[in-house]
């Protein structure tokens, strides 16, 4: 066997990796730039107190990162939040007896959502952003006539509010929560047969369905899936917040979106990294706390967010995979019939 065959599998891992490292180069001019102009935002009671607000952002990117891997996208994710933060409100009505009741409603409500997403997209191949969208609105009417129902003072069961207020190696449990289901995600996706066949699904759905895997019932079943993911981050994020509104999920249309992104996954579908989009949404969360410190006003902090996602977008991971492939193409030595192009991401 030659050297550059031997050596293949190892460039072959460098280019796939090489995709998921602008988030950790972000993150350390994140603290690089914070420990300079804004070192409060590095203090521990403000680490502690946006640790488990990134983890509820890591939730829902978590969700839209499965989707996005079968080529898809998801707009519903506000609504879906907000609809199981109210559920925590109207069902638990202020009892911790009713926390697990409420908790489960939220999750199965959420996943009837994504049902509903699923089958219209990969049942009837209906558009993934115009679907999402609309069934976004219609979660939000029903979030509005649903918290109508009860006095706008009602808060979640105490219970809830105290347990994330509480403290597991310095941090809320909220945060080993989302840490906790990324690894579930990771060794899903990568020790699995089901997990394997989903990015075999997302990376090339055609010739998935010539090898016998229902790639439809793939493309319904992820996002049910996603949905739980939003269902939990909104059960969480009403438990931060105690007496959560009918928007509690507005603020997270885009964010998801830009973790994905930023975390270098690929928009094409197949290849994602829980780790590095949980990182992504821990950067955003991040970010926008040393913005605060620093006390820019709300404009520019949105313009500062949209020059990140664009550089998100192009440093994306599809970008720097043809860059390095191209790189690498560049360093072969001509007519060496030995030498092996490094495949990419179908």
Do not use: C
């Not at 229902?214 to 949905?227: C, E, G, R, T």
């Amino acid at each position: 066997m030659s050297s550059d065959r031997v050596r293949s599998p190892a460039l072959t891992s460098f280019v796939v990796a090489s995709r998921y490292m602008p988030v950790y180069v972000a993150l350390l001019l994140l603290l690089i730039v914070a420990s300079i102009w804004a070192p409060a935002t590095l203090s521990g009671v403000a680490v502690r107190g946006i640790a488990p607000y990134g983890a509820v952002l890591g939730l829902a990117a978590l969700g839209q990162m499965l989707v996005i891997m079968t080529g898809g996208i998801d707009l519903s994710v506000p609504g879906t939040m907000s609809l199981a933060a109210v559920i925590m409100v109207g069902v638990g009505d202020g009892s911790n007896e009713n926390i697990w009741i409420a908790i489960a409603t939220a999750i199965a409500v959420a996943a009837l959502i994504g049902l509903v997403n699923g089958l219209l997209i990969g049942g009837l191949k209906l558009n993934a952003l115009i679907t999402t969208l609309a069934v976004g609105l219609i979660v939000a009417g029903v979030v509005n006539r649903y918290a109508s129902t009860f006095p706008v003072q009602s808060r979640v069961p105490p219970g809830l509010s105290d347990w994330i207020s509480t403290r597991v190696f310095g941090v809320s449990p909220v945060f080993w929560t989302g840490v906790g289901l990324t690894i579930v995600l990771i060794v899903g996706l990568r020790y699995t047969a089901v997990g394997r066949r989903f990015q075999a699904v997302g990376a090339n759905p055609v010739a998935s369905r010539v090898v016998g895997v229902q790639v439809n019932l793939n493309q319904i079943l992820v996002y049910v899936v996603a949905a739980v993911f939003y269902a939990i981050a909104g059960v969480a994020l009403a438990g931060l917040l105690r007496n959560p509104g009918v928007g509690a999920g507005t603020t997270y249309l885009l964010g998801p979106i830009a973790a994905v992104v930023i975390g270098g996954a690929s928009l094409t579908g197949g290849l994602a990294s829980p780790l590095s989009t949980f990182v992504a949404a821990l950067f955003l969360t991040g970010l926008n706390q040393m913005l605060r410190v620093m006390g820019l006003p709300t404009s520019l902090q949105f313009v500062v967010f949209g020059l990140v996602i664009i550089g998100g977008m192009l440093v994306s991971g599809d970008r720097i995979i043809r860059g390095v492939e191209q790189l690498l193409r560049e360093r072969r030595r001509p007519g060496d019939p030995h030498t092996r192009t490094v495949p990419g991401p179908t």
